[in-house]
């Protein structure tokens, strides 16, 4: 089985890339700042941190494929990188510390493209969190300067901590009654948002967290990372990894029950 060690220690080279960059601009008075045609924000840091990650693996993993947000798919082949320069822009834009930067190899396999590297890189947190298939995942300020993650052992609802983004998507799914159900259940809920409950499962600081609309950049780092914490990372509709277009990880407890009331009214 490929180690794949070498390609977790260059997606440290390139978040630490990305975080010179991304950080040079957070807060700046002149950020520039478009709106999408999904009418989601982009900023020149996004698009900045992108293009020197994308120049970094191009030079340095040129048979390798990319795909990233905000410059979509370059290239063929079984191993991809996969890209989400700035998860949480609308927090980066308005100077909210919590966004981050997500990279991942994804490798073809039965099933599709899955997740063999993961690394989520918050330098306004001051925080990393990184994993490579079979290796486990740590947090830590470097490589050498790390701690394992592991997922809780909570194994009742009512003694669960549930995370999510926010309410509006669960409405336009057409669940929201199964998941106010859900946060009736549970014995603690909070909006984190974004990348942070999934890091906080992986770190057994919470429980269960969910999301009904995510894209793949989303979702592919912090999936290897919650797994190899030794916790499950599904679509809502139970299909293992990143590919359903939204996500529930937990600490594999308490997964068929957040599935079974995320479903409840689907």
């Known amino acids: 089985m490929a180690d794949y060690l070498d390609d977790l220690r260059f997606a440290h080279v390139l978040a630490d890339a990305a975080d010179a960059t991304t950080m040079a601009r957070f807060k ?27 120049g970094q693996l191009q030079r340095a993993r040129p048979r390798d494929a990319i795909l990233g947000e905000e410059y979509g798919i370059e290239g ?19 100077g909210v510390p919590v966004w981050a930067t997500l990279i991942s190899l994804m490798e073809a396999a039965e099933g599709g493209y899955q997740p063999v590297v993961g690394v989520v890189s918050a330098p306004a947190l001051g925080r990393r969190w990184w994993a490579a298939k079979g290796h486990g995942a740590f947090t830590g300020r470097s490589l050498s300067s790390a701690s394992r993650l592991r997922v809780s052992h909570v194994a009742e609802l009512s003694d669960a901590s549930f995370a999510y983004s926010s309410l509006g998507g669960w409405e336009e799914r057409g669940s929201l009654d199964g998941f106010l159900d859900l946060t009736r259940e549970v014995w603690r809920t909070r909006a984190y948002g974004d990348f942070w409950p999934y890091m906080m499962v992986a770190e057994g ?48 407890l308490l997964h068929d029950e957040l599935l079974g009331y995320l479903n409840e009214r689907y």
Request: hydrophobic share 35%.
């Open 28 to 54: 700046a008075l002149d950020l520039k700042v478009e709106t999408k045609p999904d009418m989601t924000p982009v900023s020149e840091a996004d698009k900045a941190a992108e293009e020197l990650i994308r």
């Open 76 to 94: 063929t082949g079984p191993r991809r990188w996969v890209i989400d320069p700035i998860d949480g822009t609308k927090n980066y834009v308005r």
């Open 205 to 252: 600081s919470v429980d269960i967290c969910a999301e009904p609309e995510l894209s793949l950049w989303d979702m592919a780092a912090n999936a290897i990372i919650v797994t190899e914490a030794g916790g499950s990372f599904t679509g809502l509709d139970g299909r293992p990894g990143p590919h359903s277009g939204n996500a529930a990880a937990s600490n594999g």
